[in-house]
Every structure is written in structure tokens, then in C-alpha cells.
């Protein structure tokens, strides 16, 4: 439904109609996250370009062109992360699960600014809008208004252990996965990544 809502061919309103009937409320609270980012967009403007928690503007992000292009392309050596960027490369879409492993690897793992990954986003996502775009990016990143805490990092290892255990998604979008000739190493150790981004955002974040 996202492209639907995204170009108006649904209305909000009819399918938060049928979401509240429902004994599931899943899909209810995901269009309430939609609506909610529109209100704070609207109240909150600047925060398509600063972060909502100005503290983290603070960050110094290492911003490397060449590991964002890896990130871009699919090819950071994480199966999970390479699997869900060659898939919105491809078909514009992404499962949100995904999205926020990508994310949460853009922010934390490389140091990259958000906004990269935000403005890329834009360029290929069919059902791209800009509140739940930016409002989720920020919530990787930690400098949301109601975000996940700077010290939660995904693991993307564990992540695709638990959500596609037997690399059915994975191996749908990297097919040379199984050669260690052909799929990169990973672009950095986790532990490492973890390590450098909470001294990161720890010495942005002291004052």
C-alpha cells in the first residue's frame, strides 16, 4: 500500500478504517508512525536538514566516498545490507526490516551523515515521502524525537541469522554469494564499527 498512499490512488482514511476493524493492530500502528512523522515535519521543518536532537549535530561523520559508493552498490561484504540496497536499486523497494539494518550500517558502522542516506533514498524509493523518509533516517541515526538510542547498533549478522536463516532473500539479490572469489569481505569488522561509533557519538554527545 505504501506506493498507493505515496501517489493518493488510497485513501488514509479507508484503510485506517479497515486496520482499526481488524484484531491485528500491527498495520494500524504502522499508518499511525506515517501520520505522526507528517505532524512533526510539519511542526518541526528544519529537520529535513538538522537533526531533531541538535546535540547530534554535533557528529563528525567520516563520510567516505568510497565506502558510502560500497554502501550504494551493495557491496559492504554484508549479505543482508548488500541484499536490500541491490533490491531498491533494482526495484525501488525495500522491506522496512531492511531498511532500518541499511540505515542503522550507513549511520553506525561507516559514519556516514544520514542525510546521504536519506537523499538516496529519495532518488530510488517508489513509495518515497519525505516525512517517513527523513522521520526513520533520524531514527537510525539516533537524532530523532523519538528515536532509538545512539548504542543500539544492528548487528547485521545477527540480523540476517534471525530473518532469512536460510539466505532465501539474500541469495535472491547477491547470486555470487557462495564464491568467496566473487562477494567481497566485509568493509569492516562489527565490533570495530560498534566500538568507533559509540566513542563517535559519546564525544559528540558529552556536553
Not at 538516496?120 to 537510525?140: I, T
Not at 524525537?145 to 541469495?171: C, G, M, S, T
Not at 572469489?181 to 556536553?207: C, N, T, W
Request: aromatic residues 14%.
Amino acid at each position: 500500500m505504501s506506493v498507493h498512499l505515496r501517489f493518493g490512488t488510497v485513501s488514509i482514511r479507508s484503510l485506517i478504517k479497515d486496520a482499526r476493524q481488524a484484531s491485528e493492530k500491527t498495520w494500524l500502528n504502522e499508518l499511525i508512525w506515517r501520520e505522526f512523522y507528517m505532524m512533526i515535519l510539519w511542526h518541526f521543518p528544519e529537520t529535513v536538514n538538522k537533526a531533531f536532537k541538535s546535540a547530534y549535530d554535533r557528529i563528525h561523520w567520516r563520510n567516505n566516498e568510497s565506502e558510502f559508493d560500497a554502501w550504494c552498490q551493495g557491496k559492504t561484504g554484508y549479505p543482508l545490507v548488500d541484499a536490500g540496497m541491490r533490491q531498491l536499486n533494482e526495484t525501488g523497494f525495500m522491506h522496512n526490516r531492511v531498511r532500518m539494518v541499511v540505515a542503522s550500517f550507513l549511520c553506525k558502522h561507516l559514519l556516514i551523515d544520514w542525510r546521504w542516506g536519506e537523499a538516496y533514498f529519495a532518488r530510488k524509493l517508489q513509495d518515497y515521502e519525505q516525512s517517513s523518509n527523513v522521520g526513520n533516517w533520524q531514527w537510525a541515526a539516533g537524532s530523532g524525537n523519538d528515536a532509538a538510542p545512539y548504542f543500539r547498533v544492528f548487528n547485521p549478522e545477527i540480523q540476517l541469522k534471525k530473518f532469512d536463516p536460510k539466505l532465501v532473500y539474500a541469495k535472491r539479490w547477491i547470486p555470487e554469494l557462495d564464491d568467496p572469489f566473487r562477494y567481497p569481505s566485509p568493509i569492516i569488522e562489527h565490533k570495530k564499527a560498534r566500538e568507533r561509533a559509540l566513542e563517535v557519538y559519546k564525544s559528540a554527545l558529552k556536553d
